[in-house]
């Protein structure tokens, strides 16, 4: 059974930094894709990051482009995501989801992928 459970959400003041971790178990990695989503209250869900897990190659959405760095570790079966410059509207619920390279491809939304957690919360004060 595939579990993925996200930690390393917080507050912290705009300019500040966050890493989020993302750890799966029971996932064999292969070549598939994980991505980094947010949602907060009252906007779309947001694809932030996507990293595909048999290469490397990322892609992120142009508002945190610069600032976010998603990560894999295979050895500890973690996922991470790097948040630096933090700003306000970065406020909201980060999860993470583990799919397939069509996924990463097709920039799929996260219900499509096979496995979701159920999310860090991450709130930005100015």
């Known amino acids: 059974q595939v579990q993925l459970v996200e930690s390393g959400g917080g507050s912290v003041q705009a300019g500040g930094s966050l890493r989020l971790s993302c750890a799966a178990s029971?996932?064999?990695?292969?070549?598939?894709?994980m991505g980094w989503f947010r949602q907060a209250p009252g906007k779309e869900r947001e694809g932030v990051a996507q990293?595909?897990?048999?290469?490397?190659?990322?892609n992120y959405a142009d508002s945190v482009k610069g600032r976010f760095t998603v990560s894999l570790d295979n050895i500890k079966n973690t996922l991470f995501l790097e948040m630096n410059s933090l700003k306000p509207e970065d406020t909201a619920m980060y999860f993470c989801?583990?799919?397939?390279?069509?996924?990463?491809?097709?920039?799929?939304?996260?219900?499509?992928?096979?496995?979701r957690g159920q999310g860090t919360q991450v709130t930005v004060s100015s």
């Open positions: 990293i595909y897990t048999g290469g490397g190659s990322r």
């Open positions: 029971g996932y064999t990695y292969g070549s598939g894709c």
């Open positions: 989801a583990a799919g397939s390279l069509d996924d990463c491809l097709s920039g799929s939304p996260p219900e499509e992928y096979n496995y």
